[in-house]
């Protein structure tokens, strides 16, 4: 996640962070400075200013036409430009991909114009909600603000990650007492952990490895961890730069490939060596985010703002994955791979949903789209998942919204973690 895990007064959306990084984002001039000034005009309008300048400079190369239209309409109504936020979300929806502006916090203040709510009407319509997911089990604790889950064969175990608590639960599916089924396999303080993120199970020998990352200073450090939850060790990069270590994969031989979601980079990371790789790609990643491994172990699958991207990691060959009309990979979080089919939990493309996506042979395109959960009230705030035969099992009420960098905003309205299963086509 956390490219869409931001404190919500903050006052854009972490969809943008890094937005085109400064491969496309051009300088600020004094005075577009000046202009930021202006009474009315939010704090960091320049910045959004420069952001709808890239974008619209990167359009006709962007994989997908409708998924930058969304961001440029957020942008024009966080500016405060009603009408062309209207027309470009007009632009979006006429392309028929699945955005829905209603479950837009940013977009919800135009709730109640005639032409916004025909918009949202006409989305619904052809984009129904779909409510196929069941309460799988909840934590005991409301808050812990996760944000990776993970699935362990071996031990028959899920991890998921805290944020708030910086600590990893191991919640065990079998127990026949609530009250036992999750505990701590890392417990809060001992490591003085940074807030913990995408958690991947080493298939080799059971260890844990697990990113973290603190936005607050953009510190960001993977971690090791042994099968009973002793820290092995930490790794942090060395060029000091700011970092958002967001999702992993373990690849075989034990090389981890992370997203880093604030040098909007992919990396390799060799744990022999001790080393960070950045991996190029054949366009520049935009707050990178889900990353899923094929069956073969020579691919991996990138989601970043616009999309995803497949790079083969024998080669360093990569291309955007074609989603077809009427259809989009924009806005993922959580990203897996099952049976040359991505699974993907898009929560930024406005009312988030569950979808899998059947690809061709060459896993360059995408044959077939299964919306698995779409818009229900059962699903709010979803996060990343895990597979577990199958099954997809995801993170339904992730409350990250209720979360402003260490602070919870309202205790009251915390409820225990809901973990939503559902089956696989």
Not at 127 to 142: G, H, M, R, S
């Amino acid at each position: 996640m956390p490219h869409r895990r931001h404190a919500p007064n903050s006052p854009l959306p972490a969809l943008f962070m890094g937005l085109l990084a400064s491969v496309l984002v051009p300088p600020v001039s004094a005075q577009s400075v000046d202009q930021s000034q202006v009474r009315g005009a939010p704090a960091d309008a320049d910045e959004v200013r420069a952001q709808i300048a890239s974008i619209e400079k990167a359009l006709p190369q962007l994989p997908d036409r409708a998924a930058a239209l969304y961001i440029l309409a957020v942008d024009h109504q966080h500016l405060g430009d009603t009408l062309a936020a209207l027309k470009l979300l007009k632009e979006c929806i006429n392309l028929h991909e699945g955005f829905d502006p209603s479950g837009s916090p940013e977009l919800k203040v135009l709730k109640g114009q005639k032409e916004f709510d025909d918009l949202v009407t006409a989305v619904h319509k052809e984009f129904p909600v779909v409510a196929q997911a069941k309460l799988a089990f909840v934590t005991t604790e409301k808050d812990l603000i996760p944000e990776g889950l993970a699935y362990d064969p071996k031990q028959n175990v899920f991890y998921l990650g805290s944020l708030y608590h910086r600590k990893i639960i191991k919640i065990d599916p079998d127990a026949k007492d609530a009250a036992n089924k999750d505990s701590d396999f890392v417990p809060q303080g001992r490591d003085h952990l940074l807030p913990i993120l995408g958690i991947r199970p080493d298939p080799a020998d059971g260890s844990v490895w697990a990113n973290s990352w603190d936005e607050k200073s953009d510190r960001s450090e993977l971690l090791h961890f042994d099968a009973s939850g002793n820290l092995l060790a930490r790794y942090a990069p060395t060029d000091g730069a700011k970092h958002g270590f967001n999702d992993l994969v373990v690849l075989p031989g034990g090389d981890i490939v992370l997203t880093d979601s604030v040098s909007n980079q992919l990396l390799r990371f060799a744990p022999a060596a001790q080393t960070f790789t950045a991996l190029a790609t054949h366009r520049p990643l935009s707050t990178p985010n889900g990353i899923a491994l094929d069956d073969d172990r020579h691919a991996v699958y990138v989601a970043d703002d616009f999309g995803v991207i497949r790079l083969e990691l024998r080669t360093g060959a990569s291309t955007d994955v074609n989603p077809g009309t009427r259809n989009t990979l924009a806005g993922i979080d959580g990203l897996y791979w099952h049976n040359g089919s991505l699974i993907a939990v898009q929560n930024a493309i406005g009312s988030p949903r569950i979808a899998a996506f059947r690809l061709a042979a060459d896993g360059t395109r995408v044959m077939q789209t299964t919306v698995l959960e779409n818009r229900s009230s059962f699903t709010a705030m979803p996060s990343t998942g895990a597979l577990h035969g199958n099954d997809f099992y995801f993170i339904a009420n992730s409350q990250v919204n209720n979360l402003n960098g260490d602070h919870i905003l309202d205790v009251t309205t915390l409820q225990p973690v809901r973990i939503a299963v559902v089956r696989l086509p």
